[in-house]
T-cell receptor, first 106, second 116 residues
Framework: RKEVEQDPGPFNVPEGATVAFNCTYS??????FFWYRQDCRKEPKLLMS???SGNEDGRFTAQLNRASQYISLLIRDSKLSDSATYLCVVTDKLIFGTGTRLQVFP | DTGVSQDPRHKITKRGQNVTFRCDPI?????LYWYRQTLGQGPEFLTY????????KSRLLSDRFSAERPKGSFSTLEIQRTEQGDSAMYLC??????????????FGPGTRLTVL
């Protein structure tokens, strides 16, 4: 089993849809998690950190489920500009997932 | 621009040649990381520095790879005797480093290496 796993997608959703991605991690001692967004042939850009209590930033919500060892990212009211690859990272292990590709269509 | 910068942005080389990449982190950041990314994969950790000290190296970092951060500011990554399998995007990131491994990493634009 990979240490950090993501469904590569692509997730094809219409504008306005709500979409959710999960990222599972294998090391129960992992402490720190982030979501990054990466556009094609560009560097990863920080989207949001993931706190135990969950956190929300506008249309984006990140949550951590320690019991089941996964983090999630929820995007509400999808925009065309949300089309990108979403990478999760277990920062204290310096391990990124392979990314989930999202394509939002009109 | 006060972000992470990398130079060159693109490098094409022939197999067997040596290449060197440079990364300039955000000025107040103590930690500097090197990653490699290939198509369809997430960034793979190579090595990181706390100031000038290289604290961890991945097993991905073969003997042909060497990284330095001599004054705790910019860093260089050298690949000797390049192979076609070295073709990838090489990403540099930096972070404040005040709380180990939990602070945010900011990435540079990467150096895309093509080995012919």
């Amino acid at each position: 089993r990979k240490e950090v796993e993501q469904d590569p997608g692509p997730f094809n959703v219409p504008e306005g849809a709500t979409v959710a991605f999960n990222c599972t991690y294998s090391n129960s001692a992992s402490q720190s998690f982030f979501w990054y967004r990466q556009d094609c042939r560009k560097e990863p850009k920080l989207l949001m950190s993931v706190y135990s209590s969950g956190n929300e930033d506008g249309r984006f919500t990140a949550q951590l489920n320690r019991a089941s060892q996964y983090i999630s990212l929820l995007i509400r009211d999808s925009k065309l500009s949300d089309s990108a690859t979403y990478l999760c990272v277990v920062t204290d292990k310096l391990i990124f997932g392979t990314g989930t590709r999202l394509q939002v269509f009109p | 621009d006060t972000g992470v910068s990398q130079d060159p942005r693109h490098k094409i080389t022939k197999r067997g040649q040596n290449v060197t990449f440079r990364c300039d982190p955000i000025s107040e950041h103590n930690r500097l990381y090197w990653y490699r990314q290939t198509l369809g994969q997430g960034p793979e950790f190579l090595t990181y520095f706390q100031n000038e000290a290289q604290l961890e190296k991945s097993r991905l970092l073969s003997d042909r790879f060497s990284a330095e951060r001599p004054k705790g500011s910019f860093s260089t990554l050298e690949i000797q005797r390049t192979e076609q399998g070295d073709s990838a995007m090489y990403l540099c990131a930096s972070s404040l480093g005040r709380v180990p491994f939990t602070d945010t990493q900011y990435f540079g634009p990467g150096t895309r290496l093509t080995v012919l």
